[in-house]
C-alpha cells in the first residue's frame, strides 16, 4: 500500500508558474514509479507526466513538453511537477499517482490503468 499526497496548487495567473508536490508513505514507496495526470471539469483525466524510480527516464504529453518539468526528490520519496507559463486550459485537478516497476529504469503508460495508487489531488486554477 502506497499513500499519496500533493500539494502546492492554488491560484496563478496566465503566464505564471507553480510547483506540485507528490509525498510517498508506506512499506516500500521505492518500488513504485510516478506520474501526474490532470482532470479539468467535464473531462477526461488525462497523462500530464511520468518518471521512472531512478527519476533518470521522464515522459510528457506532448502538448506540455517544455512548460512542465517532472523531477524526484529520491531521498524524501518525493516527485515535484514544475509548471511554467501555465495556460488557463491548465486549470485542473491534478493527480499523482504510483506505478509498481521492477526495474528502475521503465518510465510508467499513459494510461490510468497502469497506475496502482492515487493521490486526492490537488486543485490548480490559471486566471487569464
Known amino acids: 500500500q502506497v499513500q499519496l499526497v500533493e500539494s502546492g496548487g492554488g491560484l496563478v495567473q496566465a503566464g505564471g508558474s507553480l510547483r506540485l508536490s507528490c509525498a510517498a508513505s508506506g512499506p516500500t514507496p521505492s518500488n513504485y514509479a510516478m506520474g501526474w495526470f490532470r482532470q479539468a471539469p467535464g473531462k477526461e483525466r488525462e497523462f500530464v507526466a511520468a518518471?521512472?524510480?531512478?527519476?533518470?527516464?521522464?515522459n510528457y504529453a506532448d502538448s506540455l513538453k517544455g512548460r512542465f518539468i517532472m523531477s524526484t526528490d529520491n531521498a524524501k520519496n518525493t516527485v515535484l511537477l514544475q509548471m511554467n507559463s501555465l495556460k488557463p486550459e491548465d486549470t485542473a485537478v491534478y493527480y499523482c499517482?504510483?506505478?509498481?516497476?521492477?526495474?528502475?529504469?521503465?518510465?510508467?503508460?499513459?494510461?490510468?490503468?497502469?497506475?496502482?495508487?492515487w493521490g486526492q489531488g490537488t486543485q490548480v486554477t490559471v486566471s487569464s
Open positions: 499517482a504510483a506505478a509498481f516497476q521492477v526495474s528502475a529504469s521503465v518510465v510508467p503508460g499513459t494510461n490510468l490503468d497502469a497506475y496502482d495508487y
Open positions: 518518471i521512472s524510480r531512478s527519476g533518470g527516464r521522464t
